[in-house]
C-alpha cells in the first residue's frame, strides 16, 4: 500500500509538471550566474520565469529551492529545501538553510508553480562557492619582491608632468609542491596589488584582466595634504579576492605555482591618484583529497622572486617589455630557480579581504585592422576602426634578436607607451598586462619587414557586463547615438567602476556615474556592476559628517560638488526603480540620509544650498563646490545646481523611507524635499520673463514641478529658449539628463526631437559628423573624447520616444507602463531590455494608413498600454476587438491615448495612423 501512494505522488508530481505553462531559468546568486565566490552569509537567489509560446496572464504562484553541497546530492538536498512556498517572489529570494561555512559549494535547483498551480521542472543546476568567511580562515602571507620596499612610487605634481623614475620589472613568483593522492577538488583563493595573473604548471589561471577589482584597499597617511584635501577616515577599507578552481590544471607528482605582479592603482604615481604602497601578493590554495585529508599552499617566505619581461608597467603611463628576458618554464616544475631569491614579506594592507562577488575585466572583444598604411617614415599606421580600450596583441611576430619597435596608441589624449624588444628566436606574440590604452589606430615604429593583418589584433577590455538591450529606429543617426555612447561607456567600465575618461584621469567620478546610471540600467543587465559601485560609495562616505566625495574609490584628483556626492542618493533608489531589490536602500539608507545631513549645513535661511567648502589655504575650492559642468555657453548658478540637488535627494530618501516602511522620516524628508522647492522657486523664478533662466534653469524647475500659475509661462521661456539656441540644447551634464525627457512631459516633444537629431554643435550628431566613435566631454572640440556623462539624456529614447519604463510604486518592471510619443518623422521604433522578470519591450511603427505597436509583458508582471489613436473604437488587439481579446482591458482614454491593462504575454496593437 505504502509503496502504491508513492507511486501515484510521482504520477501526479509528473503529470503536473509535464502541465505547467512556465519554465525557471537563468538562475543567479548575488547577481551572478554560477559566481566562484561569495562571502554574504545567506546569499540571494533569483531566477526567471519563462512561458510557453502565446501563452498570456501566467505568473508564479510558489517556488522550491533545493540546495546541496554535491550537484549528485540535489535529489536529496543536505543543505536547504524550502519546501514549497506559497510566493509570487523570484529574486532575491534569500539562502534559510544550514549555516554555511568557510567554502562551501553549493549546487541548488528551483521549480516553480504556474498560475494554474501546476509544478514545473526542476531547473538545470546552478552553484556558488562561500568564501574565507573568518579572518583566521587566512594562514597566506602577503609577500613582494626583495627589490622593492614598502613604499609607494612619488607622485606626479601636476597634470602632464614627466616621469623621470620608472617602477623595476614586474616580479615573477613561484613555489613548487608535491601532489601524491588523488585530487577531489582544488581551489585557490588569491589576491594582489595593484594587480595579477596566476599561473598553476605554466598555465594562466583563469581569463580574468586587470583584477582584482578597485576598491580603497586601505590607508594614505597624505590624502589631507592633496589638492583636494580630505580626511582619510572613510567608513570602509577593502581589498577583493577571488577564487579559482583548479582541479584540472594539478597534476600528480611535482607542480608549480606562481604570479606576476603589476603596480595597477595601488602603486600609480600620477596626480590624480592616491597611491598605496608597492606591489604584493596573497595565495591560499586548498588541495581535498578523495580520502578525505587536505594540503593547504601558501604564500610566505618560502616562495622565490625574480625579474619579469615586462620592464616596467604603470596604468597611467603604459608597459615595456623585453623578451630576451623571458624564463620559459618559470611556472612549471622541476625549473631551475636558484638564481631567484626569496620573497619578503608585505604589511597587510589596512582593507579588509571581501570576495570579489563582482564581474572582472575580461577581453570582451577582438577586432581585426580595417586598413594598414605604410607611411613617409617607415612607419605603419593600423586603423581599427573604433575607439577602444584595450591593447594591441602581436601574433607570431618575428624579428632580429634585440630590435625594439614602439607602439603609439592614437586617441585624443596619451594613453601610454609601450614598446616590445624581440627575443629573435622564432615567432613570438606579445600584448600588454597590467594597464589599458585608448586607441581607433595605432602606429608602429621600427618595423622589420611587411606588416601582416594576421599579425595585429585590437583587444577591447573592460568590466564584463552582459548587452540586454535593443533599441533601433528608422533614423540611423539615432542608432548611431546609441552605440557610440554605449561604446564609450564600456571603454570607462574597469575594474567595477566607471571612470569620467578611459585615458587621462581613469578616475571613478560619482558625478558622471549618477548622471548616467539610468541609460546604463536601460541598455545592460547593470546589477551586479553597481550593487559593488554603490557599495564603494557607502563605503567612501564620511561616517562623521555625511561627505560623499567626488569620487569612489577616493581618487585625490576627483574634482567636482555637490551633484557628485548626490551618487549617494541617487543611485541607489535609481538601482531600486530598475531592479526592484528593495536591499539596496536597506543597505544605504544612512548613508542617503548622512548626505542629505550634510547637504543642509550649506543651507541658508532662505532655504537656498549654496556649498562653499574650503580647501588647504582656508579658502573656497572650486573642485569641492561644483555646480553644472560642460555647457555648451554660460552657466546657471552654482547654487542653483546645489538647490536643485538637495531637492532630489531629499525627495528620493523621502521615497526610499517609504519603501522601507519608515513613515516618520519619509514625511520628514518630503517636508524637506518642498521646503526647498519652493525655496527654488521663490528664488529664481523671474516674473517679468516668466522663467527660471536658460541654461537649464527651466529644466530643472519643471523637473522640480513649478506652481501651476507659474507653469504655462515657465513652458513658453523654455520654447522660447530652444528656438534661440535654434533649436539645440544648450545645458551642461545635468541640465542635458533632464532636457530631452523634460520636453516630451510637457508638450515639447517635437522640439525634443529636433534638438537629438541635429548635426551642429552643440549637439551629439556634431561629434559623429567630425568622426567620433565614441561620445566627448565638451560640446566644442575640446577636451576628451571618450567621456559617456552626457549619456544621462539617452532616457529619452528609450522610456518616452519608445515609451517603456517602470512605475515606482510597483518597481523593478513589475509593472511596466508602454506610452510612446511618436514623431511624424519615424517609421519605428524598437526597445527591449531583460527585466528582473524577463524581458520586456515594445515595438511600434507609423505607417501611412495605421499605427501598430507591440508589447511584450514577461511573467510576473502586467502593463498599463497607452496606445496613441483618435478613435478607440478602431483599436484591435492581435486582429481582435480589443473587448474581446484575452487578457486586455480597457481602462478610459487620456490626453490622445486609448489606456489598456495587460497581462503578461506579447500582444499586437493596431489603429489607423494618427
Known sequence: MKNLIILLAVLIAISSCSKSKITPVKLSCEYLENPAIVDVVKPRLAWINVANKGDRGQFQTAYQVRVASAKNKLSDPNLWDSDKVESVKSFRVEYNGK????RQECWWQVRTWDKEGNVSKWSEPGFWRMGL?????????????????????????????????????????????????????????????????LYL?????????????????????????????????????KVMYLAYDVKDQLQQGNNAIGSILGNGFYNAPMYWTGSYGSPRFLCQLYITYSDGTEDIIVSDPSWKASESAIIS????????????????????????DSGWEPVVLRKAPEGELVAQTAHSDKVTKKIAPVNIKKLENGNFLVDFGVEISGRLRLNNV????????????????????????????????????????????????????????????????????????????????????????????????????????????????????????????????????????????????????????????????????????????????????QYGAKDILEDNYEGMKGYVNYMQTWVDE???????RTGLDGKVLKWFNLGEWCTPGEQVPDEMVHTFFLWRCADFTAKAAKALGKENEAKEYTALAEKTRQAFMKKYYDEEKGSYGNHGGNIFALKMGVPAEQYDQVVAALKADIK???????????????????????????????????????????????????????????????????????????????????????????????????????????????????????????????????????????????????????????????????????????????????????????????
Not at 402 to 428: A, Q, R, T, V
Request: aromatic share 14%; net charge negative.
Open 724 to 914: 534661440a539656441a535654434d533649436g539645440h540644447l544648450d545645458t551642461g551634464i545635468f541640465g542635458t539628463q533632464f532636457f530631452f525627457e523634460v520636453l516630451a512631459e510637457n508638450g515639447l516633444q517635437k522640439e525634443a526631437y529636433e534638438a537629438m537629431n541635429k548635426k551642429t554643435e552643440p549637439s551629439i550628431g556634431r561629434w559623429i559628423e567630425l568622426g567620433s566613435t565614441t561620445t566627448r566631454e565638451q560640446w566644442d572640440e575640446s577636451g576628451s573624447f571618450n567621456h559617456p556623462m552626457f549619456g544621462g539624456g539617452l532616457t529619452w529614447f528609450y522610456r518616452k520616444l519608445a515609451g517603456m519604463q517602470t512605475n515606482q510604486e510597483q518597481p523593478g518592471y513589475k509593472h511596466i507602463i508602454f506610452r510612446p510619443q511618436p514623431v511624424k518623422d519615424l517609421d519605428f521604433v524598437t526597445y527591449s531590455n531583460l527585466t528582473p522578470y524577463g524581458e520586456a519591450g515594445i515595438h511600434w511603427e507609423n505607417g501611412t494608413q495605421s499605427f501598430s505597436m507591440d508589447v511584450t509583458v514577461p511573467v510576473g508582471s502586467h502593463a498599463t498600454v497607452y496606445v496613441p489613436a483618435k478613435n478607440t473604437d478602431l483599436i484591435t488587439e492581435s486582429g481582435k476587438q480589443t473587448e474581446s481579446a484575452v487578457g486586455v482591458k480597457f481602462l478610459n482614454t487620456e490626453n490622445g491615448y486609448a489606456v489598456f491593462e495587460v497581462e503578461s504575454g506579447k500582444y499586437h496593437f493596431e489603429t489607423v495612423a494618427m
Open 398 to 577: 618575428e624579428g632580429s634578436a634585440g630590435h625594439k619597435i614602439e607602439i603609439k596608441y592614437n586617441s585624443n589624449l596619451y594613453s601610454g607607451d609601450n614598446s616590445y624588444i624581440f627575443k629573435g628566436e622564432g615567432p613570438e606574440s606579445y600584448a600588454s598586462r597590467f594597464n589599458w590604452f585608448v586607441f581607433s589606430s595605432v602606429e608602429i615604429s621600427n618595423w622589420q619587414g611587411e606588416l601582416k593583418p594576421e599579425q595585429l589584433t585590437a583587444e577591447a577590455i573592460n568590466t564584463e557586463i552582459e548587452n540586454t538591450a535593443v533599441f533601433e529606429t528608422s533614423n540611423p543617426l539615432f542608432n548611431e547615438i546609441n552605440q557610440i555612447w554605449k561604446r564609450s561607456q564600456l571603454d570607462n567600465m574597469h575594474g567595477g567602476i566607471a571612470s569620467d575618461c578611459p585615458h587621462r584621469e581613469r578616475s571613478p567620478y560619482t558625478g558622471d556615474g549618477q548622471v548616467a546610471c539610468v541609460t546604463v540600467m536601460h541598455n545592460f543587465d547593470a546589477k551586479n556592476f553597481y550593487h559593488k559601485w554603490i557599495q564603494d560609495i557607502y563605503d567612501a562616505q564620511n561616517p562623521e559628517t555625511g561627505y560623499v566625495p567626488n569620487g569612489a574609490p577616493w581618487q585625490p584628483g576627483c574634482g567636482g560638488g555637490v551633484a557628485w556626492g548626490a551618487a549617494m542618493c541617487i543611485m541607489p533608489w535609481e538601482f531600486y526603480l
Open 99 to 102: 549555516k554555511l561555512e568557510s
Open 133 to 197: 568567511l573568518d579572518n583566521s580562515d587566512w594562514q597566506a602571507h602577503w609577500i613582494g619582491a626583495p627589490w622593492q620596499g614598502e613604499e609607494a612610487m612619488p607622485k606626479l605634481r601636476y597634470p602632464g608632468a614627466p616621469l623621470t623614475d620608472f617602477p623595476p620589472p614586474a616580479p615573477l613568483m613561484r613555489k613548487e609542491f608535491s601532489v601524491n593522492k588523488k585530487v577531489e577538488k582544488a581551489v585557490v583563493f588569491v589576491t594582489g596589488l595593484g594587480y595579477f595573473e
Open 606 to 612: 532662505d532655504g537656498i544650498m549654496f556649498s562653499q
Open 313 to 336: 608597467d604603470l596604468v597611467y603611463q603604459g608597459e615595456h617589455y623585453d623578451a630576451r628576458k623571458e624564463q620559459p618554464g618559470w611556472c612549471t616544475p622541476g625549473f631551475d
Open 201 to 237: 604548471n605554466g598555465k594562466k589561471v583563469g581569463n580574468d584582466e586587470l583584477v582584482p577589482n578597485q576598491t580603497n584597499y586601505g590607508k594614505r597617511p597624505n590624502l589631507p595634504n592633496e589638492n583636494i584635501p580630505l580626511p582619510d577616515n572613510f567608513r570602509k577599507y
